[in-house]
Nanobody, 129 residues
């Protein structure tokens, strides 16, 4: 599965960005749509951390506490896409954001990066104060 993330950029604190992640190719798209899809981020000098995820089917969502109420994860199966709407951005949100997909993820493992099978290349989000 080939994943392509986009939408990063430079924004002032309080601003918004929308990240997108698209699976390329018909086979990749079908696989992507059947996987749990998530967003992680990695700030300079820090470990990669979970941000949000959305399950297949009904689309149950998970968020890390620091983004609840500000970020919204969504999916569009027709486009084999994953989105992350980020509002009220803060300087501490500055990081490279990665999209990912996993086949065997359950509720207890949704925040564990090693459980995800496929990763996009990352898109940089910079929030200035």
């Amino acid at each position: 599965v080939q994943l392509q993330a986009s939408g990063g950029g430079l924004v002032q604190a309080g601003g918004s960005l929308r990240l997108s992640c698209v699976a390329s190719g018909a086979a990749s798209g079908r696989t992507f749509n059947n996987y749990v899809r998530g967003w992680f981020r990695q700030a300079p000098g820090k470990e990669r951390e979970f941000v949000a995820a959305i399950f297949r089917g009904g689309g149950f969502t998970y968020y890390t506490d620091s983004v609840k109420g500000r970020f919204t994860v969504s999916k569009d199966n027709a486009k084999s896409a994953l989105y992350l709407q980020m509002d009220n951005l803060k300087p501490e949100d500055t990081a490279v954001y990665y999209c990912a997909a996993g086949a065997r993820i359950i509720n207890s493992s949704v925040k564990t990066s090693s459980q995800y099978d496929y990763w996009g290349q990352g898109t940089l989000v910079t929030v200035s104060s």
